[in-house]
Every structure is written in structure tokens, then in C-alpha cells.
């Protein structure tokens, strides 16, 4: 060999040293760690420590950057692909408080000491909201239905133990955060000279959703539902601790990577994100995501996560007349004063991306009181079948390659939204809690050809064809008894809503009324006329549906404020899908399946279920986490986190920092079809209005979230 060659070998292992050290713990195996890699051991009093997170978290960059990873069963991590930064870097996990901060950055070796919590109070303080929530005491099922605040304080209108459950949690406390956080389960300083039940009623008062937390209060009973939060925290403030206690991450719940960045700002929250097209979630790889801000502010935030960088895009109005959240009535915040946080106009609730990269919103653009045309006289087709006198949200779309907005009134109101897979790109709307009994669509072609934005839109009521001649007729209003002779319309209102990819079908559920249901609308040809509705009710033990997702296979997901996940499959009904007994729900109780969330029911309830309030349920399509196809994802708003179900058994994907991670929905995006697991991820903004209620208090600012399924704990 050549003297040169010599060289240049000895060079060569040299630089492989370098960009490639190896860490061991004494066995076979290695962890091989490349220039822009962390990896070490994590040790604690009694030897390697399974199953925790190690957390790199630096500001150097453009907004501020985190990223974690869970160790293996020998107490092995490898954190990948970290920007070049100056880092801190701790271990967090159960039975644990955490590390001591560490300096670091990538190309090290680094191990590190856990450390065991000295008591159960302090392993406590790091447990998702569930187990704290779970304490609350809840009323017997022998003192429903309420009789009132003369009575049993329970509100005359809850009818069972069940109906209180779906209303102190799902659809009604936890729809805008979780209880049981720091931030609830503690009572404000600023309360402290009250005894604990006023002090609820004042807290429930503070800030601009004060209309909306009292409105819930009162459907329970207000007395005996704030007597019961002062008793939770009471205790909570003697010292007494959850009943049970998380377990760490097993199995390839310790392949996840989680990379966080920060958008927004601390008194701006976030309601969904979005990034590429439903559809086909290839479009806009690398590029930018955008958030829904809805009450907060009209400053849509924007991350480009390549660059590390966060801005804003401010959405315009129409109409300057148009509605703000500034003038929302509140009593003063022990965290912000008496000064109104939130002044949007537009209150962009929901966010959709075409195949062009453009971004759909449901938002206002102007006050409520609907023109002419689409009030009764009008000649418009579907105010000809249900007119229709206002509308408190509409739509938009952003083009980021013009950075300019186009604003479309709609007769309707919308709530969330969803493309079909047409030749038309029909965007279909939901009108969500508050609706007017109708779904409402757009008709993309029609609207980019002429820009007719009434020539361009739709509308229907739920029509159920109880007299089961398959074609819709004149019908009965909800109230009425079923007609033999004609068709029924039912006061329901669609909250999610997806086009089914089988049959062009419009899915989604229905809050109200108790105990919900899944709505079905086919729209035949001229959906206007011959829209034809079904409703489903879940069986028992579940209730309470809130978001809700179809696969692709035609079979609908649901999250329910029971505590399941349950699926329907259409396919199964052995029975008549129309006439009379359609107009019940209970039609097909053999197309359900439930599976229970993970965590502990409340301690005084005995029906299965979970004290798990799940927010929404997202199917992964086309494999974008890499859990594989039409994997069904729901959001896992008591567990900071989500819960996949694969092959029948529940995968959690926790956000362990900071704590208090609440998403309402997810976003799947293929990067790169064939870069293996990094090139393909879930993403997801935390969504929770309270956002000073997660750790980091007033300093904390929206995250967003992008998950990762690599092989193994140790893949680079």
C-alpha cells in the first residue's frame, strides 16, 4: 500500500471516529452517533432507566426548538438529525422529577442520571390530566334525572349519570382544555379570600369565554356543579393523590421522535393546522404549515419548519363591520388583567389545503344577517327548500405563491370543512353545535369559473325517507309524528364532516341531541332536492360523539365522551336502512364496535369507559406516521397525546413536555415517499384556549408538533 493510500485511510478512520461515535452499555451492541446526533445512557439509582424521554431543547434558532425521544430497554437513546444548536438537555418520566439541565449539542455522547421522585406527590405533578380529572366526585346514578336547585341541585334537564358525564366533560367543560392540568386543578391566588365554591364561580367568570363556561355551569347545576370542582380541588390541596398512575411507554411507543417549535404568541391559541391536501399528502412537501387562531386573533400563524422559522399572515374581512372578540363580555383574569386578550374578526375555526397548495378556511368575513338571496323569496335553489336568515361563519382561501385572499360569503354557516374526491373538488361544510339543520357545500369548479360565489354554493336539510320509496318527498318537521306517506326531517346538526372516498357519501356527527348520533347524507344528484339523511345512535355504553373520521374502506371513527373509541361499518346492518324505525337511530346496532380509551374511569363511576374526553378522531389514510394504513388516530385530550389503534390495541403517542398537550385534529404529510420513516410524520398544533394553562404559564406559547415512527428506539 502506497504512502498516500496509508494516508488517506488513516484520514478516513479518523473522520468516521468523529462523525460516528459509538456508545455502549457493555453488551454487543452499539448506538452508532453521527455529527448531528445526541445518544447516550440514562441511569437512575437502581440501574438504566426504560421507557423515559430525554429532552433537547435549545433557543438559537429562529423560534424556539425542542425535540424528545424515549430510551430503550437497556436505558439507550438516540436523538437524530439535531439542528446545529447549543442545547439543554434532561430526562423526564414516571416515578421521576427531572434531570438537571445539561449544555450539549449534536455530535455527542452524553449520559445521563435520572432522577426518582422523593415522594408521590412530586412523581405526581408529572401525570397527565386524567388521572387528576378522575377524582372528581360524581353525582349517583339514583339522583338523576336533576330536580333542580331546589332539589338534588342538578339541573332538571340531565337526565342520567351519562348525561352529566358528556357535559362535565367532551361537550362541555374539556371542548377548549383540559381539567386536571396544573392550571385547574390549583385555585388562583388571586381567589384565596373566597371560600372554594364562590371562588369556582369567579374563576369560571374570568376572561372571554365567560359566556360560554357559565352557559355549561348552569345545563349541570350551576350550585352542585361548582360545589363539586371545590370539593376536587379541597382535597386536591390537603395533599390527596390520583387513585392510579401512568404507565411509561412500551413497545414501539419508545420509537417515537417528537420535534416542537413555537408559533403564535402567549395570548393567541391555536384551534387546528394545516399542511398538505387530504387527499394526496405529498403536496406541499417541506413546506409551510398554517394555523387556525379562531377567536384569538386574526393573525394566522405560519412555520416553516425547514428554516426554523415563525411568522403570521393576517386574514382581511369583508365587511369592517364584522364582529370581534374584543367586545365578548368577561370579568377580569387573575393572569391578564381586566384587558381583552382575543380580537378576532374572522375566528378561523378550520383549515383545509387544495392540490394546489392553498388553504381553505372556515371563518367570517362579515356580521351574521344573511343577504336577500339567501332568505326566504329569494330565487336561489336551495333558499327555494330551506331558507336560511343568518350565518355566523363563512369561508376564505389563501394562495401563498400570490399572497392573496379570496372571501366567499356563504349562506350558511360553517364549522369544519372537507374536500371530496369529485371532478368537481366539492368542499363540504359542517355547521357545528350551534347549526340551523343544514349541511352546505361549495362547488370549487363552478366557483373558479365564474366566480358566482351563490351560483357556486349549496345546501339541504336532513331528510330521512321513512316512508322507504328510496327517493326523497314532502316531509314532516322534526316535531311531528312519522307519516306514512311522507318523508321526516330531523333536528340534527353535522359537527365533523368528511366525504367518503367510497361512495361520495357525507359523514358526520351529531352533538345534540343526547345522546348523539352519526349522520349520513347522500346527495344524489341534485342534493338540494334529493338529499337523503340517516342518523345512527351509539349503543350503550357510549355517548356523546364529538369528532369523527371515515376511513377508507367506508367505515366511520368516532371519539365519545364515554370514554371509547367507536367505529360503525354500514356494511354490517342486517336490516331496512329506511322507513319508520330510521328515524330513531337504533336501526343497526350491529354495524358498532367500542373500544375503551386507556386511563381510569372516575372513581365513583361504574359503567366502562374511560375518564379519557377525546376531542376528535383523524385516520391516517396513506400511512403518513408510519403505523400504517387507515390506522385511525384520536386525540388523547386528558392524556397529553394521542391514541393510534393498531390492530385492535391502543398505541399512545404522549407529549410528555410541556406538560398539558391538548390537539383537535391531526394533520398526516408525506415528505418524501421513500425516505423511509423521516420522511414521513403526523402533525398537530396544541390547541387548548387556556394556553397559559400548560406548563410554562403566561411565557408558554402554541406548539406545534410533528410525530415520528422510526423503527426502533436507537434508528438514526
Known amino acids: 500500500m502506497t504512502t498516500r493510500k496509508i494516508s488517506g485511510v488513516l484520514a478516513a478512520v479518523a473522520l468516521s471516529g468523529l462523525l460516528a461515535a459509538c456508545v455502549t452499555d457493555g453488551g454487543d451492541t452499539t448506538v452508532q452517533v453521527g455529527a448531528n446526533d445526541l445518544a447516550g445512557m440514562v441511569t437512575g439509582s437502581k440501574g438504566p432507566e426504560a421507557g423515559v424521554w430525554v429532552i433537547a431543547e435549545t433557543t438559537d434558532l429562529p423560534t424556539r426548538f425542542t425535540r424528545i425521544v424515549v430510551t430503550d430497554d437497556r436505558g439507550r437513546y438516540l436523538m437524530p438529525d439535531l439542528p446545529k444548536a447549543s442545547y439543554q438537555v434532561w430526562v423526564r418520566g414516571y416515578g421521576l422529577v427531572d434531570s438537571p439541565k445539561v449544555r450539549s449539542g449534536p455530535g455527542s455522547m452524553l449520559n445521563l442520571k435520572a432522577v426518582t421522585a422523593p415522594s408521590a406527590a412530586a412523581a405526581a405533578e408529572y401525570y397527565p390530566p386524567i388521572y387528576w380529572y378522575s377524582m372528581l366526585k360524581i353525582p349517583p346514578k339514583s339522583e338523576f334525572p336533576g330536580t333542580g336547585e331546589k332539589g338534588n341541585g342538578i339541573a332538571e334537564g340531565m337526565s342520567t349519570q351519562p348525561h352529566w358525564l358528556n357535559t362535565v366533560k367532551t361537550n362541555g367543560c374539556m371542548s377548549c382544555h383540559a381539567l386536571g392540568t396544573p392550571g385547574t386543578r390549583t385555585m388562583p391566588r388571586d381567589f384565596a379570600h373566597m371560600n372554594s365554591v364562590d371562588a369556582w364561580a369567579r374563576r369560571i367568570a374570568s376572561g372571554q369565554a365567560m359566556n360560554n363556561m357559565i352557559t355549561v355551569t348552569s345545563r349541570l347545576g350551576s350550585h352542585r356543579a361548582l360545589s363539586l370542582w371545590a370539593d376536587w380541588t379541597d382535597r386536591i390541596a390537603a395533599g390527596e393523590l390520583p387513585f392510579d398512575r401512568p404507565q411509561r411507554p412500551q413497545g414501539i411507543e419508545r420509537n417515537l421522535v417528537l420535534t416542537l417549535w413555537d408559533w403564535s404568541t402567549p395570548i393567541h391559541y391555536m384551534h387546528d393546522l394545516i399542511g398538505t391536501d387530504r387527499r394526496k399528502p405529498t403536496v406541499n412537501a417541506n413546506g409551510k404549515f398554517y394555523g387556525a387562531p379562531e377567536n384569538s386573533t386574526d393573525n394566522w400563524p405560519v412555520l416553516d419548519p425547514v428554516t426554523h422559522t415563525a411568522s403570521t399572515v393576517r386574514h382581511p374581512v369583508r365587511d369592517p363591520k364584522t364582529p370581534s372578540h374584543a367586545t365578548d363580555p368577561m370579568a377580569p383574569s387573575p393572569y391578564w388583567g381586566d384587558k381583552p386578550i382575543w380580537d378576532s374578526q374572522t375566528s378561523t375555526h378550520n383549515q383545509m389545503m387544495d392540490e394546489k397548495g392553498r388553504v381553505w378556511a372556515t371563518a367570517r368575513i362579515r356580521p351574521p344577517a344573511n343577504p336577500d338571496a339567501c332568505r326566504k323569496g329569494s330565487s336561489h335553489p336551495s333558499a327555494k327548500v330551506f331558507p336560511i336568515e343568518r350565518a355566523t361563519r363563512h369561508l376564505s382561501m389563501y394562495d401563498p405563491a400570490s399572497n392573496k385572499w379570496t372571501l366567499i360569503s356563504t349562506c350558511f354557516p360553517t364549522h369544519h370543512l372537507i374536500f371530496a374526491e369529485d371532478a368537481n373538488n366539492t368542499l363540504w361544510t359542517s355547521s357545528g353545535v350551534g347549526g340551523v339543520g343544514v349541511v352546505g357545500w361549495l362547488d370549487r369548479k363552478v366557483f373558479e369559473e365564474t366566480g358566482d360565489e351563490m351560483r357556486a354554493q349549496g345546501w339541504t336539510p336532513f331528510v330521512i325517507d321513512t316512508n322507504g320509496n328510496g327517493r326523497r318527498d314532502e316531509w314532516v318537521e322534526p316535531k311531528a309524528a312519522v307519516d306514512p306517506k311522507k318523508d321526516k326531517r330531523v333536528a340534527v346538526n353535522m359537527y365533523s364532516v368528511v366525504a367518503n372516498p ?215
Open 502 to 716: 367510497k361512495d361520495g357519501s357525507v359523514w358526520g356527527t351529531s352533538l345534540a341531541p343526547f345522546p348523539s348520533y352519526l349522520v349520513r347524507v347522500a346527495p344524489g344528484s341534485d342534493p338540494t332536492n334529493t338529499a337523503l339523511t340517516e342518523i345512527y345512535e351509539p349503543p350503550l355504553p357510549a355517548y356523546g360523539a364529538r369528532g369523527g373520521d371515515i376511513d377508507r374502506n367506508g367505515v366511520f371513527w368516532a371519539s365519545f365522551a364515554s370514554g371509547h373509541l367507536g367505529s360503525f361499518d354500514r356494511r354490517k346492518c342486517r336490516g331496512p336502512l329506511n322507513g319508520p324505525k330510521a328515524a330513531t337511530g337504533k336501526h343497526c346496532p350491529e354495524g358498532w364496535t367500542l373500544y375503551r380509551f386507556p386511563g381510569p374511569q372516575f372513581k365513583d363511576v361504574q359503567d366502562d369507559g374511560s375518564a379519557e374526553a377525546s376531542y376528535y378522531v383523524w385516520v391516517d389514510w396513506f400511512n403518513a406516521l408510519g403505523l400504517g394504513e387507515n390506522v385511525p388516530i384520536a386525540t388523547g385530550n386528558m392524556s397529553d397525546g394521542y391514541h393510534a389503534l393498531v390492530n385492535g390495541k391502543f398505541v399512545m403517542l404522549r407529549v410528555p413536555y410541556p406538560m398539558g398537550f391538548f390537539a383537535k385534529w391531526a394533520e398526516g404529510r408525506i415528505d418524501d415517499p421513500r425516505g423511509g420513516w423521516k420522511g414521513r410524520s403526523l402533525w398537530a398544533t396544541s390547541s387548548n384556549r387556556t394556553v397559559f394553562h400548560s406548563e410554562g404559564g403566561k411565557d408558554n406559547r402554541p406548539k406545534v408538533v410533528r410525530f415520528q415512527m422510526r423503527p426502533d428506539p436507537l434508528a438514526r
